[in-house]
């Protein structure tokens, strides 16, 4: 039954029970998570923005798994799911918190915050009761993508430009990995709806949110890139906004945004290079802010010489502060970009090997890729460059970071390129390492490994973009770029495909002449 009370009494005694589920949840967040979803249950008939949005930071910042499975199958997360779609299709105006009149003391609710909760999660939480436009939307973007915590390869990223309504049936069949059949059929259909709620808002909010204020824009960009959802309105409604942001932004916000757009490989030069002018502001972030825009700089492949040299004059800094991840992240930007002048690449592996059992403890396995991938290209490009070797139980891990199950890797458009190739007399084996191992990282799709020629397959992960999946630009991401560069330097010829050319080509008479022309460029035919 739908409540008589007044908004003040409705917000008052919601404050009251949200106080006590806070101390609750810090002496137990198993047990008393439930507090916070009772508090839908109480109030949803009369439920404002506000309150929702910080009943969903509380619950998204709850880091136990167990707890999160318990949440998202229950009755109430699922209800919430539905009424923010609901809202969002037939009264949009809800997610306006200016509109709402809520008297909040926030300095009573601070004693009571979780201890863990970090100083991001902390400042996102408080700006929940500030009447910010949209950033009530904006905290349910960021909970539902924090809650979801997808296991989604680079191959089963989603363009959310699919749909412009809420139907979850073009995201229903979303993949999990490791889940039982039981957890699968629940959180399947309720993970439809949430990514048909991310693209409804892509096509309807886009302009709105990039508008807003500079921590909404950094929370909502970084919860499409953590989903790996290609939201194109709203990144190029960031760019467009983007010199009164990058002079709003503090420099944890602005090296969310870098992140965010490298991570879904958004083409963004103009973001990039007005960043790349204010070495300032992400040199006063620190060395996680730091390794950040370092590694959102390589990753898509843009060069910025001059504020890579402004970060190479913070070594000491980075050295003395960063953690192992924070190193590994700037060491690995450096080689990718081919600096290595100085001692910022040796001195950062140094720091890495020489780190004590707990630090190596708490690494994760993208760290060994990375110092993988550097040792290679040191090797390569800077043999000058003394890489004491790792302790053996790191180096052990290092040197088996890369290697993967070829056979999963060769896609069906990898093997009729191939099948035509040996048809027109080019012989070649699939997924071949000149390292003289099978890795992931310098592997090639099809190599005549007595001419030191390869024909690489590109598909759409191979680029960065600027709209949808069907609007690749021509221009390689840093990893590929990377690769390609180590593979010359060594002496291959590289014949690149790209998915789109070969796509374009209607019989195999066409893919014949396509592939012909390819070889001709480095071959004597």
């Not at 809800?94 to 008297?103: A, P, T």
């Amino acid at each position: 039954m739908k409540s008589s009370l007044d908004s003040n009494t409705i917000n008052s005694n919601f404050q009251y029970k949200l106080n006590h589920a806070l101390t609750g949840l810090k002496a137990s967040p198993q047990r008393n998570h439930q507090d916070f979803l009772r508090l839908w249950e109480i109030y949803k008939e009369d439920m404002n923005c506000v309150n929702l949005s910080t009943i969903m930071n509380i619950l998204g910042n709850i880091k136990n798994e167990k707890v999160i499975r318990q949440i998202r199958l229950s009755r109430e997360y699922k209800e919430i799911v539905d009424f923010v779609s609901e809202k969002l299709r037939n009264d949009p105006d809800w997610f306006d918190q200016s509109q709402v009149n809520y008297n909040f003391d926030l300095h009573t609710f601070l004693p009571h915050l979780p201890e863990k909760l970090t100083l991001f999660a902390f400042s996102t939480l408080a700006l929940s009761f500030v009447a910010l436009l949209n950033q009530a939307l904006t905290n349910v973007l960021y909970t539902f993508a924090k809650l979801i915590k997808p296991k989604i390869s680079n191959a089963a990223a989603l363009d959310v430009t699919a749909s412009d309504d809420i139907d979850p049936r073009a995201y229903s069949a979303l993949k999990h990995e490791g889940e039982t059949s039981k957890w699968k059929g629940n959180v399947r259909e309720q993970n439809g709806k949430i990514y048909a709620i991310f693209s409804y808002i892509n096509t309807n909010f886009a302009s709105k949110i990039a508008s807003g204020g500079a921590q909404e824009v950094a929370l909502t960009v970084w919860s499409y890139a953590i989903l790996k959802l290609f939201a194109p309105n709203i990144f190029n409604a960031v760019v467009e906004n983007r010199e009164r942001l990058v002079e709003d932004c503090n420099p944890q916000e602005l090296s969310l945004i870098c992140w965010s757009f490298a991570r879904n490989r958004h083409d963004s030069p103009e973001l990039f290079d007005l960043v790349a002018c204010k070495p300032e502001k992400i040199l006063a972030g620190g060395p996680q802010v730091i390794s950040n825009v370092a590694w959102s700089f390589a990753s898509n492949n843009m060069r910025a010489d001059d504020m890579f040299a402004s970060i190479a004059g913070r070594l000491d800094m980075l050295l003395m502060e960063g953690k192992p991840q924070a190193l590994s992240n700037t060491m690995w930007a450096f080689a990718m970009m081919g600096i290595y002048e100085g001692d910022v690449v040796s001195s950062l592996w140094d720091a890495l090997v020489n780190c004590t059992e707990e630090e190596m403890a708490s690494m994760k396995h993208e760290l060994y890729v990375q110092m993988y991938q550097v040792t290679i290209a040191a090797s390569i490009e800077a043999p000058h460059l003394v890489l004491a070797p790792p302790p053996p139980k790191m180096n052990k891990i290092v040197q088996t970071a890369t290697t993967r199950n070829t056979d999963v890797l060769i896609s069906k458009s990898q093997k009729h390129v191939s099948n035509i190739l040996h048809r027109m007399g080019f012989y070649h084996k699939l997924e071949v390492s000149p390292m003289g191992r099978s890795d992931g990282f310098l592997s090639l799709d099809m190599a005549d490994t007595k001419n030191s020629i390869a024909v690489e397959f590109d598909g759409p992960f191979h680029y960065v973009r600027r709209e949808g999946l069907e609007h690749i630009t021509n221009r390689d991401d840093g990893r590929t770029a990377f690769k390609t560069r180590l593979l010359e330097r060594k002496g291959w010829r590289i014949i690149r495909v790209s998915y789109l050319d070969w796509a374009g080509l209607s019989n195999e008479e066409e893919q014949i002449g396509y592939l012909f022309h390819k070889l001709k460029e480095v071959m004597d035919i």
